[in-house]
């Protein structure tokens, strides 16, 4: 049998896709891109963009796979049920409940060729426990909690994923140590709202979590996909201070430079307190990499309040921007809001703080010219090695594909495009930077 995932959104949406894939091939089927028995949609419905997206990517994969049993789940089959169960060729129907069922799903369905739609109320359900036994790459995911609270008024991900629900200690350390086992030198930790793992567990928090991971053997790099200013607690600085394996990146989304704007988005702090912490996380680590979401746009966002975000952002020197220029999401707040921005606004808006975003990842890079790095190179092309650093810069070097998936030390020669060069050194230099 054969099966296909079509994969939309997030990283959680693609660690549950590896998952799918993992419990499929047990049972052995075979991976191909088209002309499966089995094809599967994992969603994404964060904008109406990524609805539309959605559409159109089950009607390809309908016309990919015209015998396929097709299954729809993930996010935006949870906030629009009706919508997706009526699409001629759909045959199962699951939103983000059950995606550790598929197989099972399945087979009901050969038995019975009666279509199913299994789309649970969120707010009844614990966490959906799912394992990766091999990534099958050198940074490995572990989903560590399901769900959101925050309400941002932009969001609509709180009704597509539920309530704060979080993994037990015991199957997250089982799972990295697995994945240990199997040769993945970092684990990336993710979730809908990762930082804010633990807060439906009694006496055990994010940071405490870090600490369990961070005592690991064997585990070269922990990495935390994204966090929120205010999860970034103490503790969490603390460990930070004392385990160079807590890797010297953080992602913290900012999304407005703007004070009113940020109370508009229903954030919950104010650029005061960013900065703050900011400010506690460079004491101990000086050189640290802080990248950012920041969102252009945003309902009633004057041209001073867009200026006010670029001084913002250069002010807090992070060292990438990404950007977002709002998208209307139907049944958020922000979607009901007076001062709808023109689209060419936002398009004009966008294009000027990536260049903003060019410009501060040029000077973060630049201080590590003829810096030695460590790198873990994950592809191999053209007699290049491609790989990250701890800090997140990305790093060809020539060598041998011997070399991929292992760490080596590399001096950093030049910059081209989005690549920092440079050349190999060998062996391991103990001065070398753990960048």
């Given at each position: 049998m054969l099966v296909t995932i079509y994969t939309l959104g997030c990283k959680v949406n693609t660690y549950e896709s590896n998952v799918m894939m993992e419990q499929f091939q047990k049972l052995g089927y075979q991976y191909v891109k088209e002309n499966a028995d089995v094809a599967i949609i994992n969603t994404c419905s964060v904008t109406n963009t990524a609805s539309r997206k959605s559409v159109k990517m089950i009607h390809q994969a309908?016309?990919?796979?015209?015998?396929?049993?097709?299954?729809?789940?993930?996010?935006?089959?949870?906030?629009?049920?009706?919508?997706?169960?009526?699409?001629?060729?759909?045959?199962?129907?699951?939103?983000?409940?059950?995606?550790?069922?598929?197989?099972?799903?399945?087979?009901?369905?050969?038995?019975?060729?009666?279509?199913?739609?299994?789309?649970?109320?969120?707010?009844?359900?614990?966490?959906?426990?799912?394992?990766?036994?091999?990534?099958?790459?050198?940074?490995?995911?572990?989903?560590?909690?399901?769900?959101?609270?925050?309400?941002?008024?932009?969001?609509?991900?709180?009704?597509?994923?539920?309530?704060?629900?979080?993994?037990?200690?015991?199957?997250?350390?089982?799972?990295?140590?697995?994945?240990?086992?199997?040769?993945?030198?970092?684990?990336?930790?993710?979730?809908?709202?990762?930082?804010?793992?633990?807060?439906?567990?009694?006496?055990?928090?994010?940071?405490?979590?870090?600490?369990?991971?961070?005592?690991?053997?064997?585990?070269?790099?922990?990495?935390?996909?994204?966090?929120?200013?205010?999860?970034?607690?103490?503790?969490?600085?603390?460990?930070?201070?004392?385990?160079?394996?807590?890797?010297?990146?953080?992602?913290?989304?900012?999304?407005?430079?703007?004070?009113?704007?940020?109370?508009?988005?229903?954030?919950?702090?104010?650029?005061?307190?960013?900065?703050?912490?900011?400010?506690?996380?460079?004491?101990?680590?000086?050189?640290?990499?802080?990248?950012?979401?920041?969102?252009?746009?945003?309902?009633?966002?004057?041209?001073?309040?867009?200026?006010?975000?670029i001084d913002t952002v250069k002010r807090f020197a992070f060292s990438k921007i990404h950007v977002f220029p709002y998208s209307r999401r139907k049944g958020t707040v922000a979607d009901e809001m007076d001062g709808q921005i023109d689209e060419r606004i936002k398009k004009e808006r966008t294009k000027r703080l990536i260049a903003v975003s060019e410009e501060l990842e040029n000077n973060y890079r630049k201080q590590f010219l003829g810096r030695q790095v460590t790198v873990i190179p994950e592809t191999y092309k053209d007699g290049m090695l491609i790989g990250h650093t701890g800090n997140y810069l990305l790093v060809k070097v020539p060598g041998s594909e011997a070399l991929l998936h292992q760490t080596i030390t590399v001096q950093l020669t030049e910059i081209n495009g989005i690549y920092m060069m440079g050349k190999l050194l060998s062996p391991l230099h103990e001065d070398s930077c753990l960048c």
């Open positions: 309908i016309r990919k796979n015209p015998n396929a049993v097709i299954v729809v789940c993930g996010c935006m089959s949870q906030v629009a049920t009706e919508e997706i169960k009526n699409i001629e060729g759909v045959h199962i129907v699951l939103g983000n409940w059950g995606k550790s069922q598929i197989p099972s799903f399945v087979e009901t369905y050969f038995r019975t060729k009666q279509q199913i739609v299994a789309v649970k109320e969120l707010e009844e359900v614990p966490f959906e426990c799912m394992q990766l036994e091999n990534f099958n790459r050198t940074r490995a995911f572990i989903k560590i909690q399901d769900g959101c609270e925050n309400f941002c008024s932009y969001c609509i991900i709180p009704y597509a994923r539920g309530h704060v629900r979080s993994k037990s200690k015991e199957e997250i350390i089982q799972e990295a140590n697995s994945l240990i086992q199997h040769g993945h030198h970092e684990i990336v930790l993710t979730g809908i709202h990762t930082g804010h793992y633990g807060s439906d567990l009694k006496d055990y928090h994010f940071s405490d979590l870090l600490y369990d991971l961070l005592k690991l053997d064997g585990l070269e790099r922990l990495r935390i996909s994204s966090i929120e200013m205010n999860e970034i607690t103490d503790e969490v600085i603390a460990l930070m201070k004392e385990y160079p394996v807590l890797v010297d990146h953080m992602h913290i989304p900012l999304q407005s430079g703007c004070d009113k704007i940020l109370t508009l988005m229903n954030r919950k702090y104010q650029l005061k307190d960013f900065e703050q912490k900011l400010r506690d996380i460079r004491v101990v680590r000086p050189e640290i990499s802080i990248t950012t979401d920041v969102i252009v746009g945003f309902p009633t966002e004057t041209e001073k309040d867009f200026e006010e975000t």
